[in-house]
């Protein structure tokens, strides 16, 4: 039976997890306060499928576990080009998190900050310039960044919802 399991799995992309950030948080109740941890987590395949999620828990590896679990529910798919880079230039906001993400030319790898470099290298993002405006809470960058890559559209996409060609879009005359 654990080999039916295994040519199963065989088939889909090895899910890929990395821990962003564990923060303490502390509840204040009648006898004084429970502490927590919340950690965001970011789970891809690094082929175009990204999630975020976050888990709370007493303890780290339980609020781990439940972030990996919510990012594996909150999953898209990233539009990538076929240089591995954006499409097109985009801005993600979130809450007071506002993230400027910018196509880069290949060799130029990922240059961002720390939270939405592991979102870029599990989305499968190799050439990027991201810029964090705003906030510094590692939870709205990420949150911000996540929300800017799916309003990424390709150009096929948006020269057949114009219906028009893409060539055309780009202001290339046809023969």
Do not use: C, W
Not at 49 to 57: I, L, P, T, W, Y
Not at 98 to 118: E, H, Q, Y
Not at 156 to 173: D, N, P, S
């Amino acid at each position: 039976m654990a080999r039916n399991n295994k040519q199963e799995n065989a088939g889909a992309p090895e899910l890929q997890e990395r821990v962003v950030y564990i923060n303490r948080v502390a509840k204040t109740v009648k006898g004084g306060r429970r502490m927590a941890l919340t950690a965001l987590v970011v789970v891809g395949d690094g082929n175009g499928n990204v999630g975020v999620g976050m888990g709370k828990s007493q303890e780290v590896p339980n609020a781990i576990r439940k972030g990996t679990e919510d990012a594996k529910k909150n999953m898209f798919h990233v539009t990538l080009t076929a240089d591995k880079t954006l499409p097109h230039e985009i801005m993600g906001e979130f809450g007071a998190g506002r993230v400027l993400l910018k196509p880069a030319v290949p060799g130029t790898g990922i240059i961002t900050g720390g939270p939405v470099r592991a979102l870029m290298e599990l989305a499968g993002v190799e050439n990027v310039i991201a810029k964090s405006l705003g906030t510094n809470n590692a939870m709205n960058i990420v949150k911000a960044a996540a929300e800017g890559l799916k309003q990424m559209e390709s150009p096929e996409a948006v020269a057949q919802r114009r219906g028009i060609t893409v060539g055309h879009m780009f202001g290339k005359k046809e023969a």
